[in-house]
């Protein structure tokens, strides 16, 4: 099985940008479908985006649309969240996950690996 860590997270102004890093280990993660989560304080985990095998199908939540971009290196066995126009309500700790097949949103985006999380502040 996959084993995830996620780095980069930190303290960031509204306004500004910053990008989150999934590593993969175990096994390549080239098989494994991929996807970012996050939970803000007092609040259910929600879905913010994922990506194919190959990198070539995204998804992203409406919430997020048009300022975070899921990316993936299959060489590198990395994931990537590059998320611009940050805003407060993006204050979370976010979490790599990833699952051997893809499972959309009438199956609540289900993922079987997940890694611990980063947190992420963004301060007004």
């Known amino acids: 099985q996959v084993r995830l860590e996620e780095s980069g997270g930190g303290l960031v102004q509204a306004g500004g940008s910053l990008r989150i890093s999934c590593v993969g280990s175990?096994?390549?993660?080239?098989?494994?479908?991929m996807g970012w989560f996050r939970r803000a304080p007092g609040k259910a985990r929600e879905f913010v985006a994922a990506?194919?095998?190959?990198?070539?199908?995204?998804y992203h939540a409406d919430s997020v649309k048009g300022r975070f971009f899921i990316a993936r290196d299959n060489a590198k066995n990395m994931g990537y969240l590059q998320m611009n126009s940050l805003k407060p309500e993006d204050t979370a700790v976010y979490y790599c996950?990833?699952?051997?097949?893809?499972?959309?949103?009438?199956?609540?985006?289900?993922?079987?690996?997940w890694g611990k999380g980063t947190l992420v502040t963004v301060s007004s």
């Open positions: 996950a990833a699952n051997v097949d893809f499972n959309g949103p009438a199956q609540g985006y289900r993922m079987d690996y």
């Open positions: 175990g096994r390549a993660l080239s098989n494994y479908y």
């Open positions: 990506i194919s095998h190959s990198g070539d199908t995204t």
